[in-house]
T-cell receptor, first 109, second 115 residues
Framework: RKEVEQDPGPFNVPEGATVAFNCTYS??????FFWYRQDCRKEPKLLMS???SGNEDGRFTAQLNRASQYISLLIRDSKLSDSATYLC??????????FGAGTRLFVKA | GAGVSQSPSNKVTEKGKDVELRCDPI?????LYWYRQRLGQGLEFLIY????????KSGLPSDRFSAERTGESVSTLTIQRTQQEDSAVYLC?????????????FGPGTRLTVL
């Protein structure tokens, strides 16, 4: 079983749609959580950190459920520029960073 | 300011040769990370440095892989006796420190092709 699992997608949505991604992690000792974004053939970039209380950044909302060991990302009012691969990331014991394989999103006009 | 840089950007080598990949982190970043990303797959964590020290080398795929960092700056990832399965993009990242919520800044990667 992978330490971080994501639905690979692809998710194909029209502009303006709301889309949600989930991610599950297996290491209960994981200490911090993130969503990164990776455009095709580019390096990953931090989208947002995920805090226990949940957090929002504009159109993006992240939630953490430690009891069920899953993390979610909600994107409202999708834009064409949101098309990318979204990577779920956990920081485990010893600061080992674990990336999920990513969920691909295509936003269409 | 300058971001993370990696060299070479592309490397083609023959099976059995040794290769050295270089990473220049953002100035002042004490933490440095190496990842491998095979085509169409996610990032595979290899190793991280806190200063010049690598506390955990268990992520390195085999004893053909080694990494070092000097002067809390440049790091090199060395792959000896390369195999075709080593073909991948090798990504380096740095962060200000090793803390729970530090952003990792990635370089553009080195695309390694082993023929």
């Amino acid at each position: 079983r992978k330490e971080v699992e994501q639905d690979p997608g692809p998710f194909n949505v029209p502009e303006g749609a709301t889309v949600a991604f989930n991610c599950t992690y297996s290491n209960s000792a994981s200490q911090s959580f993130f969503w990164y974004r990776q455009d095709c053939r580019k390096e990953p970039k931090l989208l947002m950190s995920v805090y226990s209380s949940g957090n929002e950044d504009g159109r993006f909302t992240a939630q953490l459920n430690r009891a069920s060991q899953y993390i979610s990302l909600l994107i409202r009012d999708s834009k064409l520029s949101d098309s990318a691969t979204y990577l779920c990331v956990t920081l485990g014991g010893g600061f080992k960073t674990i990336f999920g394989a990513g969920t691909r999103l295509f936003v269409k006009a | 300011g300058a971001g993370v840089s990696q060299s070479p950007s592309n490397k083609v080598t023959e099976k059995g040769k040794d290769v050295e990949l270089r990473c220049d982190p953002i100035s002042g970043h004490t933490a440095l990370y190496w990842y491998r990303q095979r085509l169409g797959q996610g990032l595979e964590f290899l190793i991280y440095f806190q200063g010049n020290s690598a506390p955990d080398k268990s992520g390195l795929p085999s004893d053909r892989f080694s990494a070092e960092r000097t002067g809390e700056s440049v790091s090199t990832l060395t792959i000896q006796r390369t195999q075709q399965e080593d073909s991948a993009v090798y990504l380096c990242a740095s962060s200000l420190a090793i803390l729970l919520y530090n952003e990792q800044f990635f370089g553009p990667g080195t695309r390694l092709t082993v023929l």
